[in-house]
């Protein structure tokens, strides 16, 4: 269950076995590269139809595959737009949708802002349309837009996460990018997550690649605070109660290891990481697996605690695993660079609209 797909990406893997899958991903991500660029092309030429909502469009979306920290800018976002009094809903895709039609991204924004509604639809087209017509939304927030063109966008955000920026520096699926870093240019924006998480030179050189494609254009850094530890029925803890504490880790998130580092940066002490695919359902077999890996855990190294990421909780919905507590983490965003940039680009936005 735990995956090393990240050492093997970025080479950390070594070994002949290690070199040849890599070798094998590289060929085909030529040919996932090749697709992706005629599609872009058929968008820039004007052949491909770009639909226009009633309302404003702000997009927030990756350049590179999952774990880049959207949600909690997808709800701030929305906060601000409506403390400027806009009726704002989300939109999105609804990538691995189970049978409640809902996918965790959904219910953790659910949790979250349960006052703004959200749209999950195939077509982001048809979900503007609900959320305009049906729903009396006055501004749209696409949730992981970027590489969705059909649905015009009055402001496109894109989201680099510091930790791995520009997805080990190949496309899919021999690296996590969507897309060329060369298309950064499409971006009205560009906010870096995570920036306190790497050093200043290495930020530094971040900086330096996005201005290579954004010029002058807002570059808006951001770090994601641990604001509180929280267990069964909303009981929370603060985070420096998890200082010099043993605890287990469960995740299925695009980027684990931003994870782990922030639970280090708390002062616990981390006995265990139990990894799965991003976005898994955690149905009856991960759980059961959960089950003899805690009790494995328990015979050993015996965990205080179990935490897991907002996302993953909406999912497991349970307050303990083999007798132990489990609890989330509650993030939220903290600007550091170019806050009040864009408060002004949200504002101009709305101002333009009424």
Excluded at 176 to 189: I, K, Q, T
Aim: include cysteine; charged fraction near 25%; glycine fraction near 8%.
């Amino acid at each position: 269950m735990n995956l090393d797909h990240r050492a093997l990406l970025s080479g950390n893997k070594t070994g002949p076995v290690a070199a040849s899958t890599r070798l094998s991903l590289r060929a085909a991500s030529v040919l996932y590269g090749v697709a992706a660029r005629v599609r872009r092309y058929q968008y820039d030429a004007g052949r491909k139809a770009i639909e226009h909502a009633d309302v404003p469009v702000i997009s927030v979306g990756n350049l590179t595959t999952g774990g880049t920290g959207k949600t909690p800018i997808v709800c701030d976002l929305c906060i601000r737009l409506r403390d400027l009094g806009m009726r704002v809903a989300i939109i999105s895709r609804g990538y691995g949708a189970g049978e409640s039609g809902v996918n965790d991204e959904a219910m953790e924004l659910a949790e979250r802002l349960p006052d703004v509604p959200h749209v999950q639809h195939p077509d982001r087209v048809e979900a503007a349309r609900i959320a305009v017509d049906e729903l009396e939304a006055e501004v749209l927030v696409m949730d992981d837009g970027f590489q969705h063109r059909r649905l015009h966008r009055d402001l496109d955000l894109v989201v680099v996460d510091a930790t791995c920026p520009f997805g080990f520096g190949y496309l899919l699926p021999r690296g996590y990018l969507r897309e060329p870093v060369s298309s950064l240019r499409r971006a009205d924006a560009v906010i870096v997550t995570r920036s306190d998480q790497v050093d200043e030179s290495t930020r530094s050189a971040i900086r330096d690649r996005i201005r290579d494609y954004i010029g002058q254009r807002p570059l808006i850094e951001t770090t994601h605070r641990p604001a509180s530890v929280v267990m069964d029925r909303g009981r929370t803890e603060s985070i420096e109660s998890l200082a010099g504490r043993r605890v287990a880790l469960v995740s299925a998130i695009g980027n684990p290891d931003a994870f782990e580092q922030t639970i280090r940066d708390c002062g616990a002490t981390i006995v265990g990481h139990q990894r799965l695919p991003d976005h898994d359902p955690y149905e009856r077999e991960a759980r059961q697996e959960l089950q003899r890996w805690v009790t494995e855990l328990n015979a050993n190294n015996v965990p205080e605690l179990i935490l897991c990421t907002h996302k993953d909780a909406v999912k497991l919905d349970v307050d303990q695993i083999a007798g132990v507590t489990l609890g989330y983490l509650q993030i939220d965003l903290a600007y550091t660079a170019n806050e009040d940039v864009l408060q002004g680009l949200i504002s101009d936005l709305v101002s333009q609209a009424s």
